[in-house]
């Protein structure tokens, strides 16, 4: 499958997407050395509405063929945190009163990966079967989360299954300067060389 799937029309990208996620040498992590099973889907930041249609379609079509899918979205699970944790009011009542820059400090300490949201994540894995986890939402969290630390901080713990981030952007990897999550397109600084572009993944 040719390396520019991710510019093909979006039917395309779906039955390649399919293709891999119901397949053996995906579901059973073949062809990855000892890398952690983690895959990233970038898509265009103005197809984000044409990309959660086709997330619905493939959870449903896997799904269809045995193939049971996990789908955490970032955003719905830092609200969930924050209501957990008791702190979602007081979060509502001090937004107006503070900068755009003291909201994201106090969400960047409430849902820290390490601490807060990746175990939320792991307590979810646990209580679940399936064979894929996607995680969505990403554009949403940011800046206070960003995918880079997700990722990061999920390598321990979601290792198991294959785990495919939809990631509104550019995963750009390359040998001299790495690999790195350019969000939107235009933020270069997210350093994460150790996920798979899925469009890359051969059936």
């Not at 040719?2 to 093909?8: G, L, N, T, V």
């Not at 930041?45 to 996990?70: C, F, S």
């Not at 997700?150 to 495919?164: D, M, R």
Request: glycine fraction near 6%; charged fraction near 25%.
């Amino acid at each position: 499958m040719p390396h520019d799937i991710a510019r093909r029309p979006i039917k395309e990208r779906f039955d390649h997407l399919c293709a891999v996620m119901s397949g053996q040498r995906f579901l059973q992590k073949q062809g990855l050395g000892n890398e952690v099973p983690f895959f990233i889907c970038p898509y265009p930041p103005e197809e984000a509405v044409a990309m959660d249609r086709l997330r619905r379609q493939l959870t449903q079509h896997l799904e269809q063929k045995g193939v049971q899918v996990l789908e955490i979205n970032l955003y719905d699970l830092a609200i969930e945190l924050l209501h957990t944790r008791g702190i979602w009011e007081q979060i509502l009542e001090v937004e107006p009163t503070v900068t755009k820059d003291e909201l994201k400090e106090l969400l960047q300490g409430v849902l820290d990966p390490e601490s807060h949201l990746v175990p939320a994540i792991a307590q979810k894995l646990a209580t679940h079967t399936f064979d894929i986890l996607l995680l969505s939402g990403v554009g949403e969290v940011f800046p206070y989360i960003r995918s880079h630390n997700v990722l990061n901080n999920l390598q321990s713990t979601a290792k198991e299954k294959p785990t495919v981030m939809f990631f509104p952007g550019v995963y750009t990897q390359s040998q001299i300067s790495g690999a790195s999550l350019d969000l939107f397109g235009r933020l270069h600084d997210d350093k994460y060389y150790r996920a798979f572009n899925i469009y890359h993944f051969e059936v």
